[in-house]
């Protein structure tokens, strides 16, 4: 009598750990092109939201005849009726050119960016301010304290991964004079209106001496308040200045030295080395900025600090090499 055995219908063990090996072997190839695809998206998106705000300085200034100012402080700015002490940031003046009239409209610019009626508005976060590729979204200013006229404690304001780079700061220039050109109070600065104390700037686009397509408009610093160094290592406590209404959310070109501990400036590297008030951003290789001709561009992050210093000012009359 024969005894006829029966092979089981399902996989041996063997079997299953080959089929599960080729599987994990598959997601290993197909994470990267997906991470790879996923970056390339956000990049294009953050690439439109400067787009947008580039567009919306043209619009302003087609309806107002002035840029709109990067901050307006102790002296306001008589040009757009902001009366002293009426601090703001560089968002505040975009709100009604990028659709965001429902906060506009509770926003008042004859008052403290953080006076209470402008609460509201200041906590209210704008997609179009924010880069999909910076992590921990969204984000807010820590509460802080601040006496500007009045005083005001501030909380929950809404931050931005964009900010206007308004000047070549004199200690860049005069720390390697090697590297960076030699400016002087007059011809280190951007395109942008500004008011600090008794200053008040006034521009136009007829005053960008240096050419619209030459001269930054808004960049990325992406990631404050959260404090990001070389490498995007994240290191304890939080910068200031992160929040769209801020008056201290601009900030000027220092360079850096990297570091993976601590924040080092001045310097000769213009980006990705620290997101306190310098170029940074958390794309592969580089950032986004708009320029004055409402172009957007990437800018490698090993450009030369002398090629993006003299993007950085409008007025300074410097060759600009291809960047």
Known sequence: ??????????????????????????????????????????????????KQMGLAVHNFHDTRKVIPPSRTASGGFPALSVPANAYTGWGTWLLPFIEQDNVWRTYSTTLHWGHANNRQAITTQIPIFNCPSTPNQPRVQPTFTVT?????????????????????????????????????????????????????????????????????????????PNRYLSGRV???????????????SEYGLHGCTPSATKD???????????????????????INIGLFDGSVRFISETVNIRTFARLVTAQAGEVINDF
């Open 148 to 224: 500007q006229g009045a005083t005001y404690t501030i909380a929950n304001a809404a931050s931005s991964d964009y900010a206007v780079l308004r000047n070549v700061e004199t200690s860049l220039w005069t720390s390697f004079p090697g590297d960076v050109d030699t400016y002087n109070g007059a011809n280190r600065w951007g395109g942008f209106s500004y008011n600090s104390g008794s200053t008040i700037r006034v521009m136009r686009f007829a005053s960008i001496l240096d050419g619209l397509s030459n001269s930054l408009s808004y960049v990325e610093d992406a990631g404050r």
């Open 234 to 248: 994240q290191i304890a406590g939080a910068w200031t200045g992160s929040a769209w209404a801020d008056s201290e």
């Open 1 to 50: 009598m024969r005894v006829i055995s029966k092979r089981s219908n399902g996989f041996t063990l063997i079997e299953l750990l080959v089929v599960i090996a080729i599987i994990a072997i598959l997601i290993g190839l197909l994470l990267p092109a997906v991470q790879k695809v996923r970056e390339a998206a956000a990049r294009a998106q953050c690439s439109n939201n400067l």
């Open 264 to 286: 080092i400036r001045p310097g000769r590297v213009a980006i990705n080395c620290t997101n306190n008030g310098e170029p940074y951003a958390f794309h592969t290789g580089g």
